[in-house]
């Protein structure tokens, strides 16, 4: 089974420091898209960031970073500068395949950024 | 422009009832899903919508879940005979491309704010 691995429930950050969020999956693709998404306490699910597997390079959104270890299937988040704002869930996902691209989600890691 | 919409944002209800949940997708995406979200998990896939087809229904939990999409636009998942654990957020969301099999997605899914659903 397709599965995602979010192996911290709750972290905390200090506003302005630098947090890592981490995530694991398994996929038998080789090609494929993986996805951070942030939700707030309004639900929204917002779009972090997205990184393609058969790039090298790692995605960068301003102050939002990923750290994609292919072979490993790692895909961790990096956020810096921490600010209020970003106080939410986050959740690491993949698309499943099968022809649908439904997202797999992990569970989910609770950040809140302190003042 | 406009982007995923959801109503009711809540919805309370009592066990046994049938709810009807509405999703309005970003116009032009031909890619639907339904997704649960019980308290404190992650999301559940529930069903996918290409144009007003289902191709995946996999996830759908049981058949008193069903769900159907009109005009290449709105979708309604309805809950017959709710039960308590029913009670989840609902959330909707919409892709442009439809995708191909064996392909990677090259197109972002696009939320909506989600229903609230409580079974009393």
């Known amino acids: 089974a397709q599965t995602v691995t979010q192996s911290q429930p709750e972290m905390s950050v200090q506003e302005a420091e630098t947090v890592t969020l981490s995530c694991t999956y398994d996929?038998?693709?080789?090609?494929?898209?993986l996805f951070w998404y942030k939700q707030p306490p309004s639900r929204q699910m917002i779009l972090v960031i997205r990184q393609e597997a058969y790039k090298q390079q790692n995605a960068t959104e301003n102050r939002f970073s990923v750290n994609f270890q292919k072979a490993a299937k790692s895909f961790s988040l990096k956020i810096s500068d921490s600010q209020l704002g970003d106080t939410a869930m986050y959740f690491c996902a993949y698309p499943g395949g099968g022809g649908s691209e439904k997202l797999v989600f992990g569970k989910g890691t609770k950040l809140t950024v302190n003042p | 422009g406009a982007g995923v919409s959801q109503s009711p944002s809540n919805k309370v209800t009592e066990k046994g009832k049938d709810v009807e949940l509405r999703c309005d997708p970003i116009s032009g995406h031909t890619a639907l899903y339904w997704y649960r979200q019980r308290l404190g998990q992650g999301l559940e896939f529930l069903i996918y919508?290409?144009?007003?087809?289902?191709?995946?229904k996999s996830g759908l939990p049981s058949d008193r879940f069903s769900a159907e999409r009109t005009g290449e636009s709105v979708s309604t998942l309805t809950i017959q005979r709710t039960q308590q654990e029913d009670s989840a957020v609902y959330l909707c969301?919409?892709?442009?491309?439809?995708?191909?099999?064996?392909?990677?997605?090259?197109?972002?899914?696009?939320f909506g704010p989600g229903t609230r659903l409580t079974v009393l």
């Open positions: 996929t038998s693709e080789n090609n494929y898209y």
């Open positions: 969301a919409s892709r442009q491309s439809p995708g191909l099999a064996g392909s990677a997605s090259t197109d972002t899914q696009y």
């Open positions: 919508f290409q144009g007003n087809s289902a191709p995946d």
